[in-house]
């Protein structure tokens, strides 16, 4: 696996590192959000995922708009958790981090395919930066990605 800071693969969309609250070298106290759902998930060849979509969005976008509304710096939800549907949606919706802070959000899994579509559904709100995708297994059908918005 190929490790490579953000800020490199930021400059290289044009883009500098976010000024992030929790990262800054002071005294000042920053806030967190963290959230573990219940219910089961499921995995087999198609995703790995909240066996309850419908659930996990409402979960997912109530957790979103609660960050949103405290002013959070820092949210997290677990892996295999938020609906890509979701995540479109609360981009779509503007439902976004303030500029200091950071959203963690483990996604259900994806295939190479829903990702493009993904990209396309919120092209004109955001940019979807990911690693390559040719430099994967070609037989790894599923993506198990995190989702950092900021």
């Known amino acids: 696996m190929l490790l490579t800071k953000v800020a490199d693969v930021l400059n290289d ?4 590192s976010p000024d992030l609250e929790m ?3 002071n ?3 920053y806030t967190t959000l963290l959230m573990q759902p219940s219910g089961p998930i499921t995995a087999n060849k198609q995703r790995i995922g909240a ?3 419908a659930s996990a969005s409402a979960k997912g976008k109530t957790f979103l708009k609660l960050a949103v509304d405290s002013s959070t710096h820092l949210a997290v939800t677990p892996e295999y958790f938020f609906p890509w549907s979701a995540i479109s949606e609360v981009i779509n919706e503007e439902i976004i981090p303030p500029e200091d802070a950071l959203w963690v ?3 259900e899994s994806i295939n190479q395919h829903e990702l493009e579509n993904f990209k396309l559904a919120v092209r004109d709100r955001c940019l979807v930066i990911h690693e390559p995708l040719e430099a994967l297994s070609t037989n790894r059908e599923l993506l198990s ?3 950092l918005l900021f």
């Open 13 to 16: 969309h044009g883009l500098t």
């Open 23 to 25: 990262l800054r070298p």
């Open 27 to 29: 005294e000042t106290q």
């Open 51 to 53: 066996f309850d979509q």
């Open 105 to 107: 959000l483990g996604s």
């Open 145 to 147: 990605p995190v989702v």
